[in-house]
């Protein structure tokens, strides 16, 4: 696999082959790479570590195309589209090239309206990142994992889990 690090967190991870990515154009050079023959022999699999700092790159991309400070000051809302469509187009041909495409989010607390069997309101774990990437992302996959960690109090080591179903605790599907 090749990490394209949007943050730094692989320097604990022993052997793996990333590239850091500061801006939005880094990740399109490394598009450009993923192209020529060569990459397919040398990687299968493109991990984007994390698709919300990665979109935030590909907001600011697209604000200094346009000349603005904001995407907000683009008219109509023609600038969140912009950013759906650049940050589309380029998930989108990582696997039209025949590569697999893990993308990495953090997650974040939602609540929700339901409660559990004592009366407690529920407390819902997603991906984190705006609704217009998760969108992108949601159209895309196939599947969405959460991996939790939960205490095990009878051998008092910490567990980790891997959901691929929804509950109403956790996003996944």
Known sequence: ????????GTNALAGIKSQPILRWTDAKKVLTQLRKPQAKEIFDTIVVDTASIAWQLCEKYI???ENVD???EIP???????VKKEFSEALREITMLGFG???ICHD????????????NPITMVEPDGPRQMREVIDALV????????????????SVRY??????????AG
């Open 1 to 8: 696999a090749l990490f394209m690090n949007f943050e730094q």
């Open 63 to 65: 604000c200094q195309r």
């Open 70 to 72: 904001s995407i907000r």
């Open 76 to 82: 109509w809302g023609q600038g969140w589209g912009m």
């Open 101 to 103: 495409v893990i993308l």
């Open 108 to 119: 974040k607390e939602k609540s929700t309206d339901m409660h559990d069997e004592d009366g």
């Open 142 to 157: 196939d599947i969405i994992g959460y991996i939790g960690v939960e205490f095990d109090p009878v051998t008092k080591e």
């Open 162 to 171: 891997l959901y691929t179903r929804q509950t109403p605790y956790v996003f």
